[in-house]
């Protein structure tokens, strides 16, 4: 029996990293992140500093129950989705799914055994900086879009959406198109 488990992202990336660590190690993936906000909601508390309500995603959901089953009889999870802030939100919701308090993240830049064992040496917590990050970026972009989309239903056509980023280049495109319209040619001599 393995003593271990540990979460990567893709089916992939668990085939290539099971090769490298022993047969202590069991690996699995997450396919992504497995919670987010709700589809048919809000799902951000606005009058309660912005806190989000994440969910279980529906499709995520036999997947968190076969992870929760992997986990049964193991000393140690190591959660190991990549090391940017998406990753680091994928393995804060994972970490609530499991009951194992010995919980820890590890992180490589690249899939190679040396990379990976090396990781293994020095696993560490996860960084809630990061997490706190895309969260912020998860909660804008549905309040902004939340906000937003419903209008452009109404005033223009049904299923047009906008997004914190895309309003904002949309703007600047607008912008720019009216200083073009706009513009009075002028003579220079020098």
């Known amino acids: 029996m393995t003593r271990f488990l540990v979460v990567v992202e893709s089916p992939a990336k668990a085939h290539t990293i099971n090769k490298f660590l022993g047969a202590d190690y069991e690996v699995a993936a997450s396919m992504g992140h497995i919670k987010d906000l709700p589809e048919n909601e809000m799902g951000v508390d606005i009058e309660n500093d912005f806190r989000p309500h994440y969910i279980i995603i529906p499709r995520s959901r036999k997947i968190v129950s076969k992870l929760r089953e992997k986990e049964k009889g193991k000393e140690k999870i190591f959660l190991a989705p990549d090391p940017d802030r998406e990753g680091e939100a994928i393995a804060f ?30 696993p560490d917590g996860i960084d ?41 280049a949309l703007r600047f495109i607008v912008e720019r198109e009216e200083e073009i319209r706009t513009f009075q040619p002028e003579e220079y001599w020098n």
């Not at 919701?93 to 490589?108: A, G, P, Y």
């Not at 549905?142 to 419903?150: D, E, F, K, L, T």
């Open 93 to 122: 919701h994972l970490s609530q799914i499991f009951k194992n308090e010995n919980i820890f993240r590890v992180s490589f830049n690249e899939i190679t055994r040396e990379a990976v064992v090396e990781a293994f040496r020095d």
């Open 128 to 168: 809630l900086d990061k997490v706190k990050s895309q969260q912020a970026r998860r909660i804008l972009d549905r309040v902004v879009g939340y906000s937003i989309s419903p209008l452009l239903w109404r005033k223009v056509a049904r299923g047009l959406s906008a997004g914190r980023v895309q309003s904002v």
